[in-house]
């Protein structure tokens, strides 16, 4: 997924170019926790799963609905695949409105109307290139970009797969998210490493103890706090309401 964003032009400045280099540096210094973590992370081997070629991610999808039913349906009504988030208070007339990246203006990629195709790139799912996108096709929902472990799976515009590929070896590598598969979208926000987040680069793919304690140190994936369940992750970004959280958010790590 790093490879997306690579062509793009918006992460071209010595800054940025600096600033990943230094972070290179630093998570590949030496040997980190995170390998010994991940031998404890067992998932099923797809490997012998899948015989034929696929000719699009949508039936990719098809094919791991067989075996996962629910999967699709689940991923559906998530803020990553909606864009939007839950309902907050953010209107004067006391009704409240559910807002995400659907929505709203925010900075660096301003709003997703001005180039659909490019900025669903990111989307986990497949051809949503404007207000006709069909939200409630199970097919749609892209099951490679949080779960590829081949590294030959690339998104292009509108979130489809590059011609280059490899969707049958991806299909047989499907496994736990790992670090690379979340860092592949949200470490190049804004068409760039480290351009609109500039806590998330491709440094914490393998990081140390000087780059992130919790991941460096403990060896933990994003899923570890994020996980949630159904596919529902936990976080809050443009979702931010005026007002706190009624339930809590219990977070169970991993030892």
Same mark, same amino acid.
């Given at each position: 997924?790093?490879?997306?964003?690579?062509?793009?032009? *918006?992460?071209?400045?010595?800054?940025? #170019?600096? #600033?990943?280099?230094?972070c290179?540096?630093?998570?590949?210094?030496?040997?980190?926790?995170?390998?010994?973590?991940?031998?404890?992370?067992?998932?099923?081997?797809?490997?012998?799963?899948f015989a034929?070629?696929f000719?699009? !991610?949508q039936?990719?999808?098809r094919?791991?609905?067989?075996?996962?039913?629910?999967?699709?349906r689940e991923?559906?009504t998530?803020?990553?695949f909606?864009w &939007? =988030?839950g309902?907050?208070?953010?209107?004067? %007339?006391?009704?409240?409105?559910?807002i995400?990246?659907r929505?709203l203006?925010?900075n660096?990629?301003?709003?997703?109307? !001005?180039n659909?195709?490019? *900025?669903?790139?990111?989307h986990? =799912?497949?051809?949503?290139?404007?207000? =006709?996108? %069909?939200?409630?096709?199970?097919?749609?929902v892209? $099951? #490679?970009? $949080?779960?590829?472990h081949?590294?030959?799976?690339?998104?292009?515009?509108?979130?489809?797969?590059?011609k280059?590929?490899?969707l049958?070896?991806?299909?047989?590598?499907?496994?736990?998210?790992?670090?690379?598969? *979340?860092?592949?979208?949200?470490?190049y926000?804004?068409?760039?490493?480290?351009?609109k987040?500039?806590?998330l %680069?491709?440094? &914490? %793919?393998?990081?140390?103890?000087r780059?992130?304690?919790?991941m460096?140190?403990h060896?933990? #994936? $994003?899923?570890? $706090?994020?996980?949630?369940h159904?596919?529902?992750l936990?976080?809050?970004?443009f979702?931010?309401?005026?007002?706190p959280l009624?339930?809590? *958010?219990?977070?169970r790590?991993?030892d």
């Amino acid at each position: 997924m790093r490879a997306v964003f690579h062509d793009l032009i *918006c992460a071209s400045s010595l800054a940025l #170019l600096t #600033l990943s280099g230094g972070c290179t540096s630093s998570a590949t210094s030496g040997p980190s926790p995170a390998a010994a973590h991940l031998k404890q992370r067992e998932h099923v081997d797809h490997g012998s799963f899948f015989a034929s070629p696929f000719t699009s !991610g949508q039936e990719v999808t098809r094919a791991c609905l067989e075996c996962h039913p629910d999967a699709a349906r689940e991923m559906q009504t998530t803020t990553h695949f909606q864009w &939007l =988030g839950g309902e907050e208070d953010v209107r004067h %007339d006391g009704r409240r409105e559910r807002i995400g990246k659907r929505n709203l203006l925010n900075n660096y990629c301003i709003g997703i109307r !001005g180039n659909w195709s490019f *900025c669903t790139r990111c989307h986990a =799912g497949y051809g949503w290139e404007g207000e =006709g996108y %069909d939200f409630k096709d199970q097919a749609n929902v892209d $099951c #490679l970009v $949080c779960h590829d472990h081949s590294g030959a799976y690339v998104k292009g515009p509108a979130g489809q797969p590059t011609k280059e590929s490899d969707l049958l070896a991806a299909a047989r590598s499907v496994g736990f998210p790992k670090r690379e598969n *979340c860092n592949g979208c949200h470490g190049y926000g804004g068409g760039g490493m480290g351009v609109k987040h500039g806590d998330l %680069d491709a440094s &914490l %793919d393998n990081p140390d103890v000087r780059d992130d304690v919790h991941m460096g140190g403990h060896g933990m #994936l $994003c899923i570890d $706090c994020h996980g949630g369940h159904g596919h529902d992750l936990r976080g809050r970004a443009f979702s931010v309401g005026a007002v706190p959280l009624k339930k809590k *958010c219990h977070v169970r790590l991993s030892d």
